[in-house]
């Protein structure tokens, strides 16, 4: 007897605006933790039911169980249909179809509604009915000792849910527990969790950004030497001087160790592997351009950036003037406030390279939420 996991990854995120099953949360997306839960909690096998948008995702992942994918259908009862039918389960076997949305479910929920359907033939996680619960209607208060709230995972007999699914046709149903109940008999309600929410507004979305908040902190350093015949320019700011920094870029330090630490909370390697410093396309490129750019990136990871701290190390000139511009400049280009931007500067005393006017240095840190 096998137990088969059916993951749901239908549904187009509409109400989302992007697609909460693979974009990264906490760590992971909601996709690779849901079939992490079932893979780990008792499923021998997962058949993944999948739209056009996520199957690469699905098709990436990296699971302990052997997994086939199937075309989701228009609605949520033809993806399980499509996903029944492609795991070929045999009578005896148990399938637990669950809602990949639901990605904080517990291990202890899967377990307990795959007990359930080995007991009685079915195991659907349900929580209890917290808050009164009234009929508009009718205008009646119902008696909430009597009313469960379902989630998934949803387990049953193989054989009885497929036969409910084709049974049913066209015949629209809210989940499986309710088909079961009206082909096959009394459903059993196992214990689900709180943490067992559908992922489906962009408050679910922030609150769940908020469970799984890790903080993210990343360091920059970088350091140019001064040298004749070049502008010096920091933090998006030219600085009249005698000398400007030497580099492929426009040399900026200030906002080279910005982005450093910018990626580095994000795990996303440093600029020098984002813009090559051979590549001639960044030959005196301006480095707002590539914090620009390294924005962008952080979007694409759904990061935002909570603040960023640099000091730059510089014997000469004065730099404090021009900072209140270089403040300006680095807020509009991450999108963020100014007073999410903090620039100091300070001098080594004479001491070392930047004290003897050779090179200027400048060191970040940069916070990502
Ligand atoms: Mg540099």
Sequence with gaps: MSVIGILLCGGNSQRMGFNKLTTPLGGSTALARSAALLSHSGCDRLVIAVTPDTRPAAEALDTPVPVTLCDGGSTRGQSVLNALRAAQGKPGDIAVIHDAARCFQTAEAVRAAIAGARETGSGVASLPMADSVFDTSTQTPLDRSKLVRTQTPQAFRFEDILSAYERAGDQAATDDAALYARFIGPVTFTPGSTTGYKLTTREDWAFAQASCFRPRTGTGFDTHVLG??????????????????????DGDVLLHALMDALLGAASL??????????????ENISSRVLLREVACRLREQRLTVAHV???????????APYFPQAIRNIAEDLGIGEDQVSLKATTTEGMNDEGRGLCISAQAVANLV
């Excluded at 730059?312 to 004065?318: C, D, F, G, L, T």
């Design 309 to 319: 701290d640099v000091t730059v190390i510089a014997e000469r000139p004065k730099l």
């Design 228 to 249: 004749e015949g070049r502008k010096l320019i920091l933090g998006g700011v030219e600085i009249p001087f005698e000398k400007g920094l030497v580099a492929h870029s």
């Design 269 to 282: 390697g440093d600029i020098g592997h984002l813009f090559p410093d051979k590549d001639p396309q960044y």
